[in-house]
């Protein structure tokens, strides 16, 4: 029987430790065969993403990016996810797209900052101000319990609104809010860089989710060059994503930079080294996170 699992009703199942423990079990099983593909049309994006891993299973996510839909009073990402079993390739559930891409997206970014940030963090800036960031509040609070959040959009009022209800501080000071946090996450829609490297201090965790696309970023060269940089995918974010692909093309940076990404977790690599050291990890979000996730999803689902 296939399972359909909706987002309220799959929410109530699930809790942030237990999705970065299942990021940490699916990492230690061999490395995950992934197949994306992007298909564009002006600001508009399809995204299709394949992952299958040997003892895990395999889900194939579709997703259509429709930046304009917020003037219609629709959601800009849609799609669907579908889970097969390892075993026999059948098809075990279909998971509300929504449900996995929040958890997905803020818990890639809070597994990396459990091993990168400093444990004693406790200035958060967000980036942005819509439902990703909201995602990353709830997420970082989990970790981060004793840590106080302040909002950034380019709009005072958009970062007014998620604030208020959040009980998070507002920014309008860039510059002077990045220079004054622990942690630094961002989920925009930027295609041009809003985080300046000369803006960073020793000690800090920038984590960049928003760029997806090759003609998109979020931070500087000069950003990745002051900063031990991770990706949770190398094959996701180094050839797909703006970020670290025009870096890499133009000499800023060379793909040897890149310390390590999750399944260099058992080797140790993937940590911060010093309390100084600047740690700036790049969400990709690639297929095999969406693999791990549907999973969980569906084993909480199950357990509960």
Known sequence: MVEIIGFEEGECALSWPG????????????????ADSFLYRGEDTLLNRAAWIDGLGLAVKSATVFPGNGARGKPAVNGGVCLYADTDGTLEAIVDFHLVTKWKTAGDSL????????????????VGAGNVARSLVEAYRSAFPEATFTIWSRTEASARRLAEPLGAAVATDLEAAVQEADIVTSATMATEPLIRGEWLRPGQHVDLIGAYRPDMREADDRALQRARVFVDSRETVLTHIGELKTPIATGAIAPGDVVADYYDLGGGRFRRESDDEI????????????????????DAWRAA
């Open 279 to 298: 740690t700036l990890f790049k969400n990709g979000g690639g297929a095999h996170l969406d693999l791990m996730t549907s999973r969980y999803i569906l």
């Open 111 to 126: 597994f990396a900052a459990t091993r990168l940030a400093r444990p004693d963090s406790r200035k958060i800036l967000v």
């Open 19 to 34: 999705l970065c423990e299942a990021f940490a079990r699916g990492h230690a099983l061999p490395r995950a065969e992934i």
